[in-house]
Every structure is written in C-alpha cells, then in structure tokens.
C-alpha cells in the first residue's frame, strides 16, 4: 500500500486562526521520511487522531479525505 504522512498547519485568515491539514507521501525508509522508525510514524499518527478526537474534527477530516479529489504527490505542496 500508499504511505501517507499527516501533519498540521496553522494559517491566519482574515484575523482567525484557522488550522489545515497537510497529507504528505512517502516511502517508508526513504530519504524523505522524517520518522526515524516506523514505529515513530505509526505513534505520530495515532496522536494526530487523538488530537483530531479531542478536538471532535476526526469525523470532519475524514469525510474530507474520503470526498477530495486532490491526489499527495512527492514535491509538490501537500493537500
């Protein structure tokens, strides 16, 4: 399967505080993989959903993920 790698990005709009979610490729011990381990990738991902739960959006960003058309592709900006 595809690897995908999640982070957060903060972005001020119009005076609010507003944070995007980023969905990265890559390709497990490749060299543009920023977790040392896949056990570190497979952590970071778990602390993005309890993050996403906390904040009640899991949901939300889902049906997001599922409805975009946008694809992640290797050195190009991130969704």
């Given amino acids: 399967g595809k ?3 999640i982070d957060f990005q903060p972005v001020q ?3 609010f505080r507003e944070l995007y979610v980023n969905v990265l490729p890559f390709h497990l011990g ?3 993989f920023r977790h ?3 056990l570190d990738y497979l952590c970071h991902l778990q602390a993005v959903v309890e ?3 906390k904040y ?3 949901d939300y ?3 997001q ?3 975009t058309k946008k694809i992640p592709r290797a050195g190009t900006s991130p969704l």
């Fill in 3 to 5: 690897c995908y790698d």
């Fill in 65 to 67: 993920l599922e409805e």
């Fill in 30 to 32: 490749g060299r543009r």
């Fill in 51 to 53: 993050i996403l739960i």
């Fill in 56 to 58: 009640e959006q899991l």
């Fill in 36 to 38: 040392e381990t896949e």
């Fill in 13 to 15: 709009s119009f005076g």
């Fill in 61 to 63: 960003v889902l049906l």
